[in-house]
């Protein structure tokens, strides 16, 4: 069985992802706030996290004080 051609997996800090009840979840910085998205996760190698859905190629990230994050909450 020939499997498709991968494309380029996103990594991010493993800091950045917050999993809970079996879902796992990312906050994007959009100006002066932040919105959670649910990301489906692929494998850790070396503190970073593979993001297979969820994410696109350039989205910013909260990297820091993510459990105290919450949709719309606002950054600076």
Do not use: M, W, Y
Request: charged fraction near 20%; proline fraction near 3%.
């Amino acid at each position: 069985v020939r499997r498709p051609e991968a494309a380029a997996a996103l990594l991010v800090p493993a800091a950045a992802v917050r999993t809970t009840g079996g879902t796992s979840r990312v906050f994007v910085v959009l100006g002066d706030h932040v919105e959670e998205r649910i990301v489906t996760v692929g494998e850790s190698v070396d503190g970073r996290v593979e993001i297979t859905s969820g994410l696109s190629a350039g989205d910013r990230i909260a990297t820091t004080n993510v459990g105290q994050l919450a949709d719309g909450t606002k950054v600076s």
